[in-house]
T-cell receptor
Framework: AQKVTQVQTEISVVEKEDVTLDCVYE???????LFWYKQPPSGELVFLIR??????QNEISGRYSWNFQKSTSSFNFTITASQVVDSAVYFC???????????????FGSGTRLSIRP | NAGVTQTPKFQVLKTGQSMTLQCAQD?????MYWYRQDPGMGLRLIYY???????DKGEVPNGYNVSRLNKREFSLRLESAAPSQTSVYFC????????????FGPGTRLTVT
């Protein structure tokens, strides 16, 4: 069965600190997709990144970076020089089944609430 | 383009009442999903529809029914609401051209008293 675990339920750091959100997943599929979503206090869900199981390159987008390691089934998310606007709940998610199957589902972790203090 | 729209935005029901949550998309995506979000539990999949005319159960389908009316619309029905169904409900679609990235509606906050 597919499973996504985000062990950190809440993290609080002071602005400008770096922070890493952990995500560990379980799947029997050889082809799968991993995602990160952000949910700010306004409540909408904002897509951040997708990574397929064949691409283990790390990715950087501005202050955001993602570290995908198949050997440890982890897809961690780091915010460098955090800002108050980064305060949100962050969800890691896993798409089961073949990547191009219209019927495949996305399973979400329980989320990490990140608070950035000024 | 409106993307994914949901109605209503807020709803209060009494135990035993029924209601239908509406979802519509104008992105021409085949796949549509209903999730519920509860504090500390992330998003849990209720039902999904891979294409018009098909629906499948997700993780927590009990107490709900769905209808994929056409390619644009996917509704979620609570036949006899219970306090345990108090939650925020999100509808989503999935884009096959972007490695199945999901697009979410704004959510419906439902309270059952």
């Amino acid at each position: 069965a597919q499973k996504v675990t985000q062990v950190q339920t809440e993290i609080s750091v002071v602005e400008k600190e770096d922070v890493t959100l952990d995500c560990v997943y379980e799947t029997r599929d050889t082809t799968y997709y991993l995602f990160w979503y952000k949910q700010p206090p306004s409540g909408e869900l904002v897509f951040l990144i997708r990574r397929n199981s064949f691409d283990e390159q790390n990715e950087i987008s501005g202050r955001y970076s993602w570290n995908f390691q198949k050997s440890t089934s982890s897809f961690n998310f780091t915010i460098t020089a955090s800002q108050v606007v980064d305060s949100a709940v962050y969800f890691c998610a896993l798409s089961d089944g073949p990547g191009y199957s219209s019927a495949s589902k996305i399973i979400f972790g329980s989320g990490t609430r990140l608070s950035i203090r000024p | 383009n409106a993307g994914v729209t949901q109605t209503p935005k807020f709803q209060v029901l009494k135990t035993g009442q029924s209601m239908t949550l509406q979802c519509a998309q104008d992105m021409n995506h085949n796949s549509m999903y209903w999730y519920r979000q509860d504090p500390g539990m992330g998003l849990r999949l209720i039902y999904y529809s891979a294409s018009e005319g098909t629906t499948d159960k997700g993780e927590v389908p009990n107490g709900y029914n769905v209808s994929r009316l056409n390619k644009r619309e996917f509704s979620l029905r609570l036949e006899s609401a219970a306090p345990s169904q108090t939650s925020v409900y999100f509808c989503a679609t999935r884009d096959p051209l972007r490695a199945y990235e999901q697009y979410f509606g704004p959510g419906t906050r439902l309270t059952v008293t």
